[in-house]
């Protein structure tokens, strides 16, 4: 089942009883599904303000050096 699961990039369904129990999914599906509930995550926040554009190494630097001086308060 895990073979045919990877193969066909699809879940299979698990039956009992002619119920479905459950599914597999192979790993390439379960890492897709993450990364588009990461996406989907990133354009919620990005909609509500909560992320800036760093457009220049210095504004990268001062964004990390920022991230540091808090993460070192929280000590």
């Not at 890492?31 to 210095?58: C, D, F, H, P, Y």
């Given at each position: ?18 119920k479905p129990q459950g599914a597999i999914i192979?790993?390439d599906l379960l890492e897709k599904m ?42």
């Amino acid at each position: 089942m895990f073979e045919d699961a990877n193969k066909s990039k699809e879940p299979v369904i698990v039956m009992s009883n002619n119920k479905p129990q459950g599914a597999i999914i192979g790993l390439d599906l379960l890492e897709k599904m993450q990364l588009e509930e990461l996406l989907n995550q990133a354009l919620i926040e990005s909609g509500q303000g909560k992320t800036r554009v760093i457009r220049t190494k210095r504004d990268l630097d001062k964004d990390l050096e920022d991230l540091k001086k808090y993460v070192l308060s929280k000590d």
